[in-house]
């Protein structure tokens, strides 16, 4: 009674028993030698509503470790895409009725972290790219065959992912660490990896002006990365430093000057 265990939308607890009973686990509605759900059992411990939800659950085909689900996606696997959509559907639940559009915003809302920031339209296409696993990584590459190893080239560490390759890499934290010299970043605990949705989590909790500076810090590094692995790695850090500086210096000047325009 006290788990949340039924996979629905309004309400994940069951209701209480009909009627006594010393039951307490799931598995204790289950023909364990059947592998099937007990229906006779469930019809008489729960009510109708109830019952027929947990005759719906699928039950696995082979033994399986418990393990918590997250019940807004199919695969049961946490997504901060699938959290926001789900804020957004309960923040407008009794505001704004139910529509095919309504429902596609909630999809593209947790984007606009990366498509409404106050970059260049490149620099959005790197970061939405870093964001759905879409660059040429050895690790992307690999997996088309196109690689033998996933190992990155610059630093031997780990394999080389859109995380490791914009963050985790040595030349990465190297410029991540000259540039806090000049713009404030958040700390490096904040940077650490979250799952596959590691930056959306990381622009989220971000003000405009250093969503701004993380997207641009993450295409120069994917830019220094190339140079290494493609043209010899003669790109500086200190060059780079200095490049994204004066670039938001001047990206600052052209929005102050729209916003004098149009505003």
């Not at 028993?17 to 289950?30: A, G, K, P």
């Not at 689900?69 to 789900?86: C, N, P, Q, T």
């Not at 999809?107 to 296409?125: D, H, M, Y």
């Not at 060059?239 to 102050?256: A, H």
């Amino acid at each position: 009674e006290r788990d949340n265990w039924i996979p629905r939308q309004a309400g994940l607890k069951a209701e209480k028993f009909t009627r006594r009973s010393r039951l307490r686990w799931v598995n204790q509605l289950i023909h364990s030698d059947r592998n099937e759900w007990n229906v006779e059992l469930i019809n008489q411990m729960f009510p109708a509503f109830d019952a027929n939800e947990i005759c719906r659950i699928k039950l696995p085909t082979r033994k399986t470790e418990d393990c918590i689900a997250w019940h807004a996606e199919r695969s049961g696997i946490f997504s901060v895409k699938s959290a926001y959509r789900l804020a957004t559907r309960i923040k407008q639940r009794d505001n704004v009725p139910a529509s095919s559009s309504s429902c596609a915003a909630d999809g593209r809302s947790i984007w606009n972290l990366i498509w409404k920031s106050n970059v260049p339209q490149k620099v959005k296409v790197t970061g939405w790219r870093i964001a759905t696993e879409s660059v040429a990584t050895k690790q992307n590459k690999m997996h088309r065959t196109l690689e033998k190893m996933a190992r990155c080239s610059i630093c031997g560490l780990e394999d080389e992912n859109e995380y490791h390759a914009v963050i985790a890499c040595t030349k990465a934290r190297a410029l991540r660490s000259e540039l806090r010299k000049f713009w404030h970043l958040p700390s490096e605990n904040r940077f650490c990896y979250t799952g596959n949705d590691w930056l959306l989590v990381l622009l989220d909790a971000c003000d405009e002006t250093t969503r701004a500076r993380i997207l641009l810090l993450i295409w120069r590094a994917w830019h220094l990365r190339n140079n290494c692995v493609h043209e010899g790695g003669k790109a500086s850090i200190s060059v780079s430093v200095d490049f994204l500086v004066k670039y938001e210096q001047e990206l600052s000047q052209c929005m102050g000057v729209k916003e004098s325009i149009y505003g």
